[in-house]
Nanobody
Framework: VQLVESGGGLVQPGGSLSLSCAVS?????????MNWVRQAPGKGLEWVSEISGSGMWTYYADSVKGRFTISRDNAKNAVYLRMNSLKSEDTALYYC????????RGQGTQVTVSS
């Protein structure tokens, strides 16, 4: 299984970014819950959001609820994270993962929120 994240960058507080995750080698992708997790500098992994295989169910950490939106396109084997109203505390390395703990995740994409 390969997970490849993209879309990170430098953004000012209050700005927006969209992250993408391309998934390959997972034949059960359509039935697999997918997650985004992140790791801020000097901290452990933090679960951010998850989405059911069908896309019908989504859950968010309290710290991002109302600002982030997770989605997926099963035809493209892809998962997305739309991030609005970004704050400095959202600065982290963001990973796409097949579990909340991030045990199986990609290489990550860096998001830096700074003025």
């Amino acid at each position: 299984v390969q997970l490849v994240e993209s879309g990170g960058g430098l953004v000012q507080p209050g700005g927006s970014l969209s992250l993408s995750c391309a998934v390959s080698g997972l034949t059960t992708f359509n039935n697999t819950w997918m997650n985004w997790v992140r790791q801020a500098p000097g901290k452990g992994l933090e679960w951010v959001s998850e989405i059911s295989g069908s896309g019908m169910w989504t859950y968010y950490a309290d710290s991002v609820k109302g600002r982030f939106t997770i989605s997926r396109d099963n035809a493209k084997n892809a998962v997305y994270l739309r991030m609005n109203s970004l704050k400095s505390e959202d600065t982290a390395l963001y990973y796409c993962a097949t579990d909340r703990e991030g045990r199986r995740r990609g290489q990550g994409t860096q998001v830096t929120v700074s003025s």
